[in-house]
């Protein structure tokens, strides 16, 4: 989507979440960015195209993804690297039970108890993967939208780089 900030066109890119299905979205984004790679190389990144990147849940683990900076403030991750992390780490992220019923009955309680998976594995794999970056060093702006178990209310991370956008 792209819309006018100060007459200027802003691009953002926003990723639903889904849990493993993230995958998707990945597998989506990685044919993208191929295509100005076959032109200017791999060097290039989707991010390069992009002012705001906003995800939701596992939208918001590709927005982190995208965003992160390397040491040569480059992107840590490449498109094409988010399938290959989605099918190593996904089964334990997002474990699954074995017995559909006892599933669905955890799920079940779990939307008025907590949330559904008690993310462990994957904050120890974050701050394996990224340890001391924060926010406001991603290489474009982002926003993810979280929800605060514990105080039960919204929670946003965002770059917090303000845009005047035009209302017209």
Request: proline share 5%.
């Amino acid at each position: 989507m792209s819309i006018r900030a100060k007459g200027k066109m802003i691009t953002v890119l926003g990723i639903d979440g889904g849990g493993a299905r993230g995958i998707i979205p990945g597998t989506i984004l990685s044919f993208l960015e191929s295509k100005p790679q076959e032109l200017d190389g791999t060097i290039v990144r989707i991010v390069d195209f992009l002012d705001i990147i906003a995800g939701t849940s596992a939208g918001g683990l590709l927005t982190t993804m995208l965003a992160a900076p390397s040491n040569e403030n480059r992107p840590l991750y490449a498109t094409k690297d988010i399938k290959i992390f989605y099918l190593e780490h996904s089964p334990k992220i997002f474990p699954q039970t074995r017995n559909d019923f006892i599933g669905s009955m955890t799920t079940f309680t779990c939307e008025f108890m907590g949330p559904k998976y008690d993310g462990k594995y994957l904050r120890s794999l974050i701050n394996r993967l990224l340890g001391d970056l924060t926010v406001s060093q991603t290489l474009t702006q982002v926003l993810i939208p979280a929800f605060d178990i514990q105080l039960l209310q919204p929670f946003i991370f965002s770059t917090n780089k303000t845009l005047d956008i035009d209302e017209d």
